[in-house]
């Protein structure tokens, strides 16, 4: 027995997704590590400061994008 279109319009409406300020943490974090390896440091260490803050990036954004997949077909 399926459920209603209209059920699944409310439900969908009703129910927001959690993280998003976890996410904005993230992404808030992941971008003033690239900003210090740019402008703070030099070297090897800048290097790693941007790689970390890319790696966090991609990480948060790719998490989110597959944790909605999966809400919204997975569940």
């Known amino acids: 027995m399926e459920p209603s279109s209209e ?3 409310e439900r969908r ?9 976890a996410l904005r943490i993230s992404i808030a974090v992941a971008i ?5 390896g740019i402008l703070l440091f030099d070297g090897p260490m800048a290097g790693v400061l941007g790689l970390w803050g890319l790696s966090l990036l991609g990480a948060a954004i790719v998490g989110s994008v597959a944790y909605r997949i999966w809400y919204r077909y997975g569940s």
């Open 13 to 21: 409406r009703s129910v927001s997704l959690p993280g998003s300020r």
């Open 32 to 36: 003033a590590l690239m900003g210090a």
């Open 7 to 9: 059920s699944n319009a």
